[in-house]
């Protein structure tokens, strides 16, 4: 904690190191000179220079504070202060303590989000199935068909949901510390990528055309199956979602310099370059406001963990209305 001893006139009189970090102030320099001379927030001057005992409650207080002139990062601040006496019981000053709280405030918006997200992710599926599951319950003369229909609805929305709770997990066990598990095997690197290929290019035939720049079968990794179709499943879900109006969604595979790189592209709506230096943050969406398109916002933290436990990377190239390419790279052993 920080802490900044003034006179009754508002001069520093004491101030320590952490002070000075909180408020971006070198204290050999503030020392001996008024408050408002070198401390620009106008809340914590108010707070400085209260030395009526009705007026100062000692409650605590919180203020922003911005980085360097241009600088976009923000800095949250909590302080009390509190009047201080002398032996004769005379108010002499004042003592100010101040808290760095930009974490916990972080924190709170990742729990906001979390939930906001949550939210509105298993609100979609759960409402297919009440509505599908109570079709079935209450029209007892459906055609065969129909009930086939809802039934495969009821499937495809329970499926959509318990991804979104794996998702969720995923990133739980990841933020409490514990390191991905992987169940590494050698396999060939276009079967891997074939079967969640398949999945989804079945799924999206009408809109989407997936091309497989297919390797030899004699090209391999040691990765863990598992893990490795769900990189590819989050890639060609986003691929999709973010082309909405249809088009070629291409993969290739190459060696480089030890390593085994797939690259998954596709001709969609694209990034802004703050956008893609946002896209491995957890609950970010890439289209950043617009709601309609489903998903956790949690794919590509998943992606970039999960290369990462692997001993690889992965990086996003992307421009408006150009498009995406996703470069994921693994060490062949």
């Known amino acids: ?14 101030m320590n190191h952490a002070a000075g970090e909180i408020l971006s102030l070198e204290v050999k320099e503030a020392l001996g000179k008024e408050a408002d001379q070198v401390i ?31 600088s976009s990062k923000r800095k949250f601040v909590q302080g009390v202060s509190t009047i201080i006496r002398n032996e004769k019981d005379e ?22 989000q979390f939930l906001s997200t949550a939210a509105h992710e298993l609100r979609t599926p759960l409402t297919s199935l009440q509505g599908f599951s109570e079709i079935l319950l209450h029209k007892k003369d459906l055609p065969p068909e129909s009930v086939n229909k809802y039934l495969r609805y009821i499937n495809e929305e329970s499926l959509k949901l318990g991804n979104i709770i794996n998702d969720f997990l995923d990133i739980s066990r990841i933020e409490s510390g514990r390191e991905i598990s ?3 095997k050698t396999y060939a690197v276009s079967d891997t990528i074939d079967r969640s290929m398949q ?15 297919c390797p030899p079968r004699t090209v391999k990794w040691k990765v863990d199956l598992g893990k490795m179709e769900q990189v590819f499943k989050n890639l060609y879900s986003n691929a999709t979602k973010y082309s909405p109006k249809g088009g070629k969604i291409t993969t290739s595979v190459h060696r480089n310099n030890g390593h085994t790189e797939g690259v998954v592209e596709d001709n969609g709506t694209g990034m802004t370059k703050e956008q893609v230096a946002n ?3 957890k609950f970010y969406r890439g ?13 590509m933290t998943i992606v970039k963990y999960i290369l990462e436990a692997h001993g690889g990377s992965v990086e996003v190239e992307s421009e408006p209305g150009q498009g995406t390419r996703v470069i994921m790279s693994v060490p062949n052993n």
């Open 182 to 184: 992987l169940d590494k």
């Open 40 to 70: 620009q927030n106008q809340l914590l001057l108010s707070q400085i220079f209260c030395n009526d005992e009705k007026e100062n409650s000692e409650e605590p207080f919180e203020f922003e504070l911005w980085g360097d002139s241009g």
């Open 1 to 14: 904690e920080g802490w900044i001893v003034t006179d009754l006139s508002g001069t520093i009189v004491l």
């Open 279 to 281: 896209v491995f943050n």
């Open 287 to 299: 289209d950043n406001m617009d709601n309609s398109i489903p998903g956790s916002g949690l794919g």
């Open 199 to 213: 999945l989804f290019g079945e799924a999206n035939k009408a809109s989407h055309e997936f091309v497989f720049e």
């Open 91 to 112: 108010l002499v000053g004042n003592v100010t303590v101040l808290r760095d709280i930009t974490f916990e405030r972080k924190v709170d918006n990742l729990k906001s």
